[in-house]
């Protein structure tokens, strides 16, 4: 084999999705794998997009308008994460779900209500 036979087979980059559609809103979920011969990541793509508004939204716009109920979300949240006896570190925990762009802004709206996803690297 030449070169460019072997790179071929030793890095692929590898992209599967779901949508999901509720009310005004269109959710993308892209999952992406990248094998890079010795090393493999994966990351998570999401897109949720406001029909009416025409436009993306993001955790922002619903935590402006409605913050009780995303108390209500990180509450249950950490209930939640404090019986998994994965969670080993309490504090990385706490602040894993505290409410901010970096830790909520992976969600999709579906009929069951609202799902977050959470970055591999937001070990508990």
Do not use: A, C
């Not at 990248?34 to 999401?46: A, F, Q």
């Amino acid at each position: 084999k030449n070169n460019l036979e072997q790179n071929e087979e030793e890095y692929t980059l590898e992209i599967t999705s779901e949508n999901y559609h509720y009310q005004n809103y269109l959710s993308y979920v892209f999952w992406i794998k990248e094998y890079l011969g010795d090393k493999t990541n994966y990351s998570i793509w999401i897109i949720v997009y406001d029909i009416e508004r025409e436009k993306e939204i993001n955790f922002k716009d619903f935590m402006n308008t409605v913050p009780s109920f995303f108390l209500d979300i990180q509450n249950k949240i950490r209930k939640n994460l404090l019986y998994n006896p994965k969670v080993t570190n309490i504090f990385w925990m706490i602040s894993g779900t505290e409410l901010n762009m970096e830790n909520f802004n992976r969600f999709i709206i579906t009929e069951q209500g609202f799902h977050f996803y959470f970055h591999s690297s937001q070990r508990f």
